[in-house]
C-alpha cells in the first residue's frame, strides 16, 4: 500500500477539518469527492508532507513522514499539485517545471529530457519558453501538472487538477491520468464527479472531516439507484445519496 | 573493509558531489536569470556615475583618494535599493503563494533560499565590481604613482553584502508587499542617521559606518595605506551577513534537520562575535597621522615611509619638487610659486629649494608649510583630503600655493585659511604688498583693514621695487621675528 492513513485527524483551533480518517490505497487513481469544506484539501496537504496530522498514524510509501530522513524520501517521489497555485511570473514554462525537478532532487542528467517530457505531456510544449505571467489560468493549470509529474512520482496529490481546463483539455487529463495511475498513486481532489466516472478505479466520499464512502465508481452511482432527479448524471445521484444519507 | 570496497565508496561519494554540484549550478542559473536584481542593475549604474564616478574624477589621479568613493559613496548610494531588491526576493514565496508546494519538495527551505539570495549577492557584487572596474581603469590611466588599493574594494564588497543578506533575511521574516519599502527605508535611515549622526554622537563607533573611510592624508602617498579601519570594517560587515544568512538556517521554514540548525546557530553565532569583536576594535581607535590605527589590528611596518623619487622642476632658478602621484601638477605649482619665488629671491632665508612634503611633517604647528634647514628649504604639504583637494583643479589653488609661500617666508608660519591674516599687523602689510604684486585681490587676500595698516600698505606699496626689496634684505629677519612695527615700515 502506498497510503495507509489511520485515525487521522486534523484541527484548525477550534475547528476540526479531518476527523479520523481511515484509507488505504495502492496504484491507481483514487478520486476524493466531497463539498466545499469537507476536509478534501486538509487531507491532501497531510499526505503531502505540507501539514501534520493533530492524532493518527500516517504511513506514506512505507514510511513515516513524521521522521526528517523518510519525510525527504517521501517527497522525492512525491508530486503535488495544490489547489491554489503560486507561481513565479518571471519564470518560463521550462524553468518553472526544471525548478522543481531540481528541488526534488532529480538526478542531473535526467532533468533536461524529464521536463520536455513533462511540458509535452501536459501539450504545452510550444509554450515552453513562456513566461508564467502571459499564460491563461488553464495554462498555469497545465504547468503546475507538469511540476507535479516531472519526477514520475510514485505519490501523486493533485488538488482540483482540473478547475480551468476546457473540455478538451480535461478529456485529455483525464487519459493522462489513467495512464499515470498504471504505475503510481494518483489521489485526486474534486467535486466534478464527472471526472472521478471517467478515470478513477475507487473513489472516497467526505463530508464534515469524515470518509463517509468508499469503494469504486460503480459502487457510488449504485448507492444513488432510485434517488434523484431524472436529469442528473448516475454519478451525482449516488454523490448526493451517500451525503444525504451521511447527514440524516 | 577491502580497497575495492573503498574504490567503490569513494566513487559513489564523488558522484553525489557532482551531482549535487550540478543539480545548484542549474538551480542557481535559474536564479540568475530571474532575479529582480537585474532590473536595478541600470539604475545602480547610473547612480555610480552620477555620484561616485564624477566624485572620484574630480579628485586628483591618486590611488587612495579615488579608491575612497567605494565604501563612501557606491555602498551608500547602493544600500538602501539592494535592501529593497534583496528584501523583495527574500519574500518572494509568500509574496507568490507558493509556500506550500516548494514545502513538498524534498530540498529544505534554506537550500531554496540559499539559492535565491546567492543569485541576488551575485547581481550585487557584479555590479559593485564592475563599478570598481571602470573606476580602477579610469584611474589607471591617469595616475603617475602607486597601485589600486583593495581594501577599500573589500569593505565595499562586505557591506553590500551585509545589507543584501540582512533585506532578504528582513523579506523572509516579514514577507509583505511593504517590506522591500520598509527594508530600503530602514537602510536609508540608519545610513544617514545611525551611523554619521546618532552612532557618531557615541564616539569612535562611527568609523564602522563606510562613509567613515576617507584615507589619511598621507596614506598611499607617503605612508602606506592603513588598513587596520578597513580590517574592522570587513569584519564588521562580514560578521553581520553570517549572522543574517544563519538566521534563515534557524528559522522553521528552514528545513534541513538539526544538524543544519546547530551549524546556522554555530556560523550564526560566530558571525555576532566577529560584529561584536569588531565593533569593540573601533572603539579603540584613535586617528593618527596616516590614517586611522587601531593597536590591536596594527602593523607597525605600516609607519615606515615609503620609498620614492621627487619629480621635480625649475621655478626661476630655484627646483621645485613634488611627489610623483602628483606629476601632473607640477607645471601648476612651479608657475604658481615662479613669481613669489621672484619676489623673495635673494633675501635672507629664503629657500633654495621648494619641497613637497608629508602632512605630518610640516603639521606640528597646524600648519601646510615651513621653512627648515641650511639652506632653506620651503616645505610645503598638498592638502590631499577630498574636502580640500578640488582647490587643485581650481583658481584657488596657485593662489593658495602663492599665499602659504609669502606668509611663510616672510612672516614665518603659512595661514590657517586663505589671506595673510596672521601674524603681526606689519607682517601682514608686507605679504599684502607683495601678493598684490603677483595679482591677487584683496578678494582674496582680506588684507587688514584699519586705518593705519591701509596707510602703511599704501606707503610700502608706493616704494620702488628696488627700494622695497632692499629694505626687505636688511630687515626680513626682524620682520619675521615680529620686532617691526607699523610705524617702522617704510
Same mark, same amino acid.
Given at each position: ?248 | ?40 542593475? =541600470? ?24 579608491? /575612497? ?76 604613482? *602607486? *597601485?589600486? =588599493?583593495?581594501? =577599500? ?92 544568512? /544563519? ?71 630655484? =627646483? ?7 606629476? /601632473? ?8 610659486? *615662479? ?73 614665518? /608660519? ?77
Amino acid at each position: 500500500m502506498n497510503v495507509e492513513i489511520t485515525g487521522v485527524t486534523r484541527r484548525f483551533g477550534r475547528n476540526q477539518a479531518v476527523a479520523g480518517v481511515d484509507l488505504e490505497t495502492g496504484p491507481g487513481v483514487f478520486g476524493l469527492l466531497g463539498p466545499n469544506g469537507a476536509g478534501k484539501t486538509t487531507l491532501l496537504r497531510m499526505m503531502a508532507t505540507v501539514i501534520s496530522p493533530s492524532s493518527g498514524r500516517m504511513r506514506l510509501l512505507g514510511r513515516d513522514p513524521g521522521g526528517y530522513g523518510p519525510r525527504r524520501e517521501i517527497r522525492r517521489r512525491l508530486g503535488y499539485l495544490p489547489q491554489s497555485l503560486g507561481y513565479y511570473p518571471g519564470f518560463t514554462v521550462a524553468e518553472f517545471v526544471e525548478y522543481f525537478a531540481l528541488l526534488k532532487e532529480m538526478p542531473p542528467a535526467r532533468i533536461p529530457g524529464a521536463v520536455a517530457a513533462a511540458v509535452e505531456r501536459v501539450d504545452l510544449g510550444r509554450k515552453a519558453r513562456v513566461k508564467l505571467r502571459t499564460l491563461s489560468g488553464g495554462m498555469l493549470r497545465r504547468v503546475g501538472i507538469a511540476q507535479a509529474i516531472v519526477n514520475e512520482p510514485e505519490l501523486l496529490l493533485l488538488d482540483e487538477p482540473t478547475a480551468g481546463l476546457d473540455p478538451e483539455q480535461r478529456v485529455a487529463f483525464r487519459a493522462l491520468l489513467r495512464d499515470l495511475g498504471q504505475r503510481a498513486t494518483v489521489i485526486v481532489s474534486t467535486h466534478l464527479v464527472e471526472d472521478v466516472g471517467a478515470a478513477c478505479t475507487e473513489v472516497a466520499l467526505m463530508d464534515a472531516g469524515k470518509i463517509v464512502f468508499h469503494g469504486t465508481p460503480a459502487e457510488l452511482t449504485a448507492r444513488g439507484e432510485g434517488h434523484g432527479a431524472a436529469g442528473d448524471a448516475p454519478l451525482e445521484r449516488g454523490y448526493s445519496a451517500v451525503l444525504a444519507e451521511a447527514r440524516s | 573493509m577491502t580497497a575495492a570496497a573503498m574504490s567503490l565508496g569513494y566513487r559513489r561519494a564523488r558522484a553525489v558531489r557532482v551531482a549535487w554540484l550540478a543539480s545548484a549550478g542549474r538551480l542557481l542559473r535559474i536564479e540568475l536569470r530571474r532575479n529582480a536584481m537585474i532590473w536595478l542593475l =541600470p539604475v545602480l549604474g547610473a547612480l555610480f556615475w552620477f555620484d561616485a564616478y564624477r566624485t572620484a574624477m574630480s579628485y586628483p589621479a591618486v590611488w587612495d583618494l579615488r579608491a /575612497s568613493v567605494l565604501p563612501a559613496k557606491v555602498v551608500i548610494d547602493f544600500a538602501a535599493l539592494v535592501a529593497g531588491a534583496s528584501a523583495w526576493m527574500g519574500a518572494r514565496e509568500t509574496r507568490c503563494r507558493t509556500c506550500g508546494l516548494v514545502t513538498t519538495t524534498p530540498q529544505p527551505g534554506w537550500t531554496r533560499r540559499s539559492a535565491t539570495l546567492a543569485a541576488t549577492l551575485t547581481w550585487v557584487i557584479v555590479a559593485y565590481l564592475a563599478c570598481v572596474a571602470l573606476l580602477y581603469a579610469a584611474t589607471a590611466v591617469q595616475v603617475t604613482w *602607486g *597601485g589600486p =588599493p583593495w581594501w =577599500p574594494v573589500a569593505v565595499g564588497a562586505a557591506a553590500l553584502a551585509a545589507v543584501c543578506t540582512i533585506g532578504f533575511a528582513a523579506g523572509t521574516f516579514f514577507a509583505s508587499r511593504f517590506t522591500p519599502l520598509l527594508t530600503a527605508v530602514a537602510v536609508f535611515v540608519l545610513e544617514v542617521v545611525g551611523f554619521r549622526s546618532a552612532v557618531g554622537a557615541f564616539g569612535g563607533y562611527r568609523l564602522l559606518s563606510p562613509a567613515g573611510s576617507a584615507p589619511g592624508q598621507d596614506a598611499g602617498l607617503f605612508y602606506p595605506y592603513l588598513p587596520d579601519l578597513a580590517i574592522a570594517q570587513a569584519m564588521f560587515f562580514t560578521g553581520l551577513a553570517v549572522a543574517a544568512v /544563519s538566521a534563515l538556517g534557524l528559522s522553521r521554514a528552514a528545513g534541513g534537520g538539526a544538524r543544519l540548525r546547530v551549524a546556522a546557530a554555530a556560523a550564526g553565532l560566530a558571525g555576532l562575535v566577529a560584529a561584536g569583536v569588531s565593533t569593540g576594535l573601533v572603539g579603540t581607535a584613535r586617528v593618527g597621522p596616516n590614517g586611522v590605527v587601531i593597536a590591536a589590528l596594527h602593523d607597525a611596518g605600516s609607519d615606515q615611509p615609503l620609498r620614492y623619487a621627487p619629480v621635480c622642476a625649475d621655478a626661476t632658478g630655484v =627646483p621645485v619638487c613634488i611627489h610623483p602621484a602628483f606629476r /601632473s601638477y607640477l607645471p601648476k605649482v612651479t608657475a604658481a610659486l *615662479g613669481p613669489v619665488i621672484s619676489l623673495v629671491a635673494g633675501l635672507p632665508g629664503a629657500p633654495v629649494r621648494v619641497s613637497e612634503v608629508a602632512t605630518s611633517l610640516v603639521a606640528s604647528t597646524n600648519q601646510q608649510a615651513d621653512v627648515a634647514g641650511t639652506p632653506p628649504v620651503y616645505r610645503f604639504a598638498m592638502p590631499p583630503t577630498p574636502g580640500s583637494f578640488v582647490q587643485i583643479a581650481g583658481e584657488n589653488f596657485t593662489q593658495s600655493l602663492q599665499i602659504a609661500f609669502v606668509t611663510t617666508v616672510i612672516g614665518g /608660519s603659512a595661514p590657517s585659511a586663505n589671506g595673510p591674516e596672521t601674524g603681526n599687523l606689519a607682517q601682514q602689510v608686507v605679504e599684502t604688498v607683495l601678493l598684490r604684486r603677483v595679482g591677487l585681490t584683496d578678494g582674496t587676500l582680506n588684507p587688514p583693514t584699519n586705518a593705519a595698516a591701509v596707510a602703511a600698505i599704501r606707503r610700502f606699496a608706493a616704494l620702488p621695487a628696488a627700494t622695497r626689496h632692499a629694505w626687505l634684505a636688511a630687515h626680513v629677519p626682524a620682520l619675521r621675528a615680529g620686532q617691526i612695527t607699523l610705524a617702522e615700515l617704510p
